[in-house]
């Protein structure tokens, strides 16, 4: 079954510190997998995609087939990054899905 | 990026009663979209699967009778609880894409509120 898990629901960091929000998926085939992130009274955004590598605000994240995972990283923490993230998978193996994680509340303090 | 529009953004009804949502895609066509619901402090929870032009693709456990969905254009998706209960009172929320494994666009969701 297609699943995607965030152990944490919250991870508080202070400002100026490195953060990695956890994400592990479970997909028999090749997943495509993005972090998406809702700013504060905002809908859910784009953050990056796996397929991409590239760097938004900083953020990265490396999909690592052998552990099953896609951690977001950022070396150092920004009061703005603060937000929930939500790690997602979109699958075309049988019924086409887009599937979601449930979501970290990252918490930037000063 | 691309809009997704969602409507009404909030509504309140009476028990029993049934509420049509609307999704649109405004400047792309959007051959997939997906229905969620989120419930408080929770994740989104995929409803259901809708392509242009064919039935939806229901999750193990939603019912079809009770959430109709209806895709007939590449910019619209409708989403209708009924016979809605207290217990359907949740967000709503939309999303499509136009093509498979691409990003997803979320319409700003609707919270439905059943009295």
């Known amino acids: 079954a297609q699943r995607v898990t965030q152990p944490e629901k919250l991870l508080s960091v202070f400002k100026g510190a490195p953060v990695e929000l956890k994400c592990n998926y479970s997909?028999?085939?090749?997943?495509?997998l993005f972090w998406y992130v809702q700013y504060s009274r905002q809908r859910l955004q784009l953050l990056l995609r796996?397929?991409s590598r590239e760097s938004i605000k900083g953020f990265t994240a490396d999909l690592n087939k052998g552990e099953t995972s896609f951690h977001l990283k950022k070396p150092f923490a920004q009061e703005e990054d603060s937000a929930m993230y939500y790690c997602a998978l979109s699958s075309t193996s049988g019924t086409y899905k887009y599937i979601f994680g449930t979501g970290t509340r990252l918490k930037v303090l000063a | 990026g691309a809009v997704v529009s969602q409507h009404p953004s909030r509504v309140i009804c009476k028990s029993g009663t049934s509420v049509k949502i609307e999704c649109r895609s405004l400047?792309?066509?959007?051959?997939?979209m997906f229905w969620y619901r989120q419930f408080p402090k929770q994740s989104l929870m995929l409803m259901a699967t809708s392509n242009e032009g064919s039935k939806a693709t229901y999750e193990q456990g939603v019912e079809k009778d009770k959430f109709l969905i209806n895709h007939a254009s590449l910019t619209l998706s409708t989403l209708t609880v009924t016979s809605a209960h207290p217990e359907d009172s949740s967000f709503y929320i939309c999303s499509a894409t136009d093509r498979p494994n691409t990003e997803a666009f979320f319409g700003q969701g609707t919270r439905l509120t059943v009295v």
């Open positions: 796996h397929i």
């Open positions: 997909y028999s085939g090749s997943p495509e």
């Open positions: 400047d792309f066509q959007a051959t997939t």
